[in-house]
């Protein structure tokens, strides 16, 4: 078996999110049952000389829609890994990887198409048995496989429905795709062109990245417009529920975490949690610190997060927020830290903040809307931090009510409904268990003994791979 894993972003070289997680601790378990390269544009903000980037010395000569893009291949290797990387102008010089936050740029047909064309060519010359593709920004590599008459089997997962690749019907010319596809059983969607559409019609197998998620999707609530066409698809789409790298997310060895700590030994976690209380000026050590962090989007639930924060904060609570994304909800959060002295507002994206907040926190909301999978309470409980979330896909598979005897991993706060008295109630029954110190300390204990790690995820993928051959 010989696999190309093609995503738009990879850890550590380039991440908006938790497909960058997956995109790299995946090929990594997998890397001793196959072969796997992976593949993903060298973004002018990668750092070459820091991973050891080197040119291959190989070019791809891409012709289409009239024009002709070189494109330049470089190469590191690290984890068993080979990861190579496409450059071209058009597609990487550029300051982030989609466009400013809460903003595409406008070309990025173009952009992704000269990736798409490259994987296929890729794929076509080094004799891969099996491709990979992630998200929109690879899927039209699936159709295009199929033009270039490529035997390859193809796998698309779909890490979040939501970001589907629409562009307007012109966009079909310039990004070098056959007008056959265009019609309602492949590309086309409302007159205009779906790439995602095209990655699940033309893939032999199509997952999601967690079981509900899979379930959900087929459904009006959830399908964002494609229920009804993966209903059509529905015997070969699959849950395989995401992990997390047990290696990289270690409050045992963290390097970005000011004291290290384990299930057995947690002492080094109330160090932690001082030293963040004290670096955002913040006092009341006593009272539970509860984080959020992620992009600031619809999806995340910061609609909810916002019209519950002034109950929220009137509670005896720390409340700490980092992310990035639309304006309103920036100025909104901004609004709330300068009325709540128990609320901090970092906006950014800082990886090693992040980490510091899960080792410091006693819980983190996730009040998602929707949510393919999640990784950030995965995360979490590995760092003793209880999850408070809404019952939606992987979150729903991932975090169980504390109720009766029963432990599940892992284990949380759920919350049904996406109101503010929901979410209350489950930040209440956190407070709660806040208060019985030995069975908190218990229930952090448990979740940090639950294996989210990827190792069974890759499994899964290895399996699936094996029963398209
Ligand atoms: P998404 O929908 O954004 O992919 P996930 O929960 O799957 O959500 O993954 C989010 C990943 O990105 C986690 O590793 C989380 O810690 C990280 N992350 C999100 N926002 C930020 C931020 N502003 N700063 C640092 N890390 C972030």
Request: charged share 25%; with cysteine; proline share 5%.
């Amino acid at each position: 078996m010989r696999v190309l894993f093609a995503a738009a972003e990879i850890f550590p070289f380039a991440k908006s999110g938790g497909l960058a997680d997956i995109a790299h601790a995946l090929p990594v378990a997998m890397a001793e049952e196959a072969a796997v390269t992976a593949v993903m544009p060298l973004y002018r903000f990668i750092e070459r000389e820091r991973f050891g980037i080197r040119p291959v010395g190989e070019r791809l000569s891409l012709s289409f829609g009239g024009a002709r893009y070189d494109v330049e291949l470089f190469s590191c290797r690290s984890g068993g890994v080979e990861t190579l990387f496409l450059h071209h102008p058009l597609l990487c010089d550029r300051d982030h990887l989609y466009g400013p936050p809460g903003e595409g740029y406008a070309d990025n047909d173009l952009r992704f198409a000269i990736f798409c064309h490259a994987i296929v060519a890729l794929a076509e010359k080094h004799r891969f048995t099996h491709l990979h593709l992630n998200d929109w920004h690879t899927a039209l590599a699936a159709p295009l496989a199929h033009d270039a008459g490529l035997r390859t089997k193809i796998l698309f997962t779909i890490h979040n429905l939501a970001y589907q690749g629409i562009f307007p019907k012109a966009s079909i010319t310039r990004c070098g795709i056959a007008p056959r596809h265009f019609r309602m059983e492949e590309l086309e969607f409302f007159g205009q062109v779906n790439w995602m559409k095209g990655g699940i019609a033309h893939a032999d197998a199509v997952t999601t990245v967690s079981p509900s998620y899979a379930v959900e999707i087929t459904e009006p609530e959830y399908g964002c417009g494609l229920d009804g066409f993966l209903r059509v698809h529905r015997q070969k789409l699959v849950g395989i529920l995401n992990g997390i790298d047990t290696d990289l997310f270690d409050p045992a060895e963290d390097p970005a975490i000011p004291a290290h700590f384990t299930a057995d030994r947690i002492e080094g976690k109330r160090r932690c949690k001082e030293a963040l209380l004290k670096e955002f000026d913040m006092d009341e050590y006593e009272h539970p610190l509860f984080i959020f962090i992620g992009r600031f989007v619809e999806q995340k639930g910061l609609d909810l997060l916002i019209e519950t924060a002034p109950k929220l904060l009137e509670r005896p609570v720390n409340l700490l927020v980092l992310g990035d994304g639309e304006a309103a909800y920036v100025e909104a959060l901004e609004r709330l830290a300068g009325r709540y002295a128990n609320l901090r507002l970092r906006v950014g994206y800082d990886e090693a903040l992040s980490r510091r907040m899960y080792a410091a926190a006693d819980y983190l909301l996730m009040p998602s809307r929707f949510e393919p999978c999640g990784l950030n309470q995965m995360i979490a409980m590995r760092y003793g931090t209880l999850p408070v979330v809404h019952a939606v896909g992987g979150l729903r598979d991932t975090v169980h009510p504390l109720k009766g005897g029963v432990k599940i991993c892992g284990l949380g706060f759920v919350f049904e409904e996406m109101r503010p008295s929901a979410l209350l109630k489950a930040v209440d029954a956190a407070l709660s268990l806040y208060g019985r110190e030995r069975t908190l300390a218990e229930v952090r204990r448990f979740d940090m003994e639950c294996d989210f790690s990827i190792a069974s995820c890759a499994r899964r993928y290895l399996a699936l791979y094996r029963s398209l051959s």
